[in-house]
T-cell receptor, first 114, second 112 residues
Framework: DAMVIQNPRYQVTQFGKPVTLSCSQTLNHNVMYWYQQKSSQAPKLLFHYYDKDFNNEADTPDNFQSRRPNTSFCFLDIRSPGLGDAAMYLC?????????????FGSGTQLSVL | SQQGEEDPQALSIQEGENATMNCSYKTSINNLQWYRQNSGRGLVHLILIRSNEREKHSGRLRVTLDTSKKSSSLLITASRAADTASYFCATDRGSTLGRLYFGRGTQLTVWP
């Protein structure tokens, strides 16, 4: 089945130690998104790629970066994780970048910062 | 900042009852979507309603949209224990670029 896959399911890192979260998709969708979701809060859009065109949300901290080396893969890099970065990170895709596209989500990576 | 606010924040009902969740938003929109999230999992798309539509149905789901009040409601009829999940509304804030901004969600618990 075509899907969005996030690895690992759980990630533990130390305060200040760089960490990378991975996302892959077999849907061949053009757009990939990263959302951050803290406990009992709304998923917050961090950035998205339309193909290789990177789009950052204005309030996404500089500590967060992303790479999309090809259509199938996208990575979220947190350069110096703080305690406040502990959250569920959700990767999503959409077929195109138009206003009526629905999103397909992965199962998420739960990040803990010690 | 959050786009929408769902209410109630939590809803607890018995199987067979209907569940109604509301969503309010602040900007113009092209469409509003509802998603479901089981605990600790990703979100699953349920239904999309365009700004020029007032009501839409999908199985046991009924969504309404009132753009003059900037609000939407999601009705789940004849609820089942398996409907227990968090439900989120999301809007595009009028952008044509496909980005979606989510509300805080309603936690629905359906008791057998």
């Amino acid at each position: 089945d075509a899907m969005v896959i996030q690895n690992p399911r759980y990630q533990v890192t130390q305060f200040g130690k760089p960490v990378t979260l991975s996302c892959s998709q077999t849907l061949n969708h053009n757009v990939m998104y990263w959302y951050q979701q803290k406990s009992s809060q709304a998923p917050k859009l961090l950035f998205h790629y339309y193909d290789k065109d990177f789009n950052n949300e204005a309030d996404t901290p500089d500590n967060f970066q992303s790479r999309r080396p090809n259509t199938s893969f996208c990575f979220l890099d947190i350069r110096s994780p703080g305690l406040g970065d502990a959250a569920m990170y959700l990767c999503a895709t959409s077929r195109g970048g138009g206003p009526f596209e629905k999103l397909f989500f992965g199962s998420g990576t739960q990040l803990s910062v010690l | 900042s959050q786009q929408g606010e769902e209410d109630p924040q939590a809803l607890s009902i018995q199987e067979g009852e209907n569940a109604t969740m509301n969503c309010s938003y602040k900007t113009s929109i092209n469409n509003l979507q509802w998603y479901r999230q089981n605990s600790g999992r990703g979100l699953v798309h349920l239904i999309l309603i365009r700004s020029n539509e007032r009501e839409k149905h999908s199985g046991r789901l009924r969504v309404t949209l009132d753009t003059s009040k900037k609000s939407s409601s999601l009705l789940i009829t004849a609820s089942r224990a398996a409907d227990t999940a968090s439900y989120f509304c999301a809007t595009d804030r009028g952008s044509t670029l496909g980005r979606l901004y989510f509300g805080r969600g309603t936690q629905l618990t359906v008791w057998p």
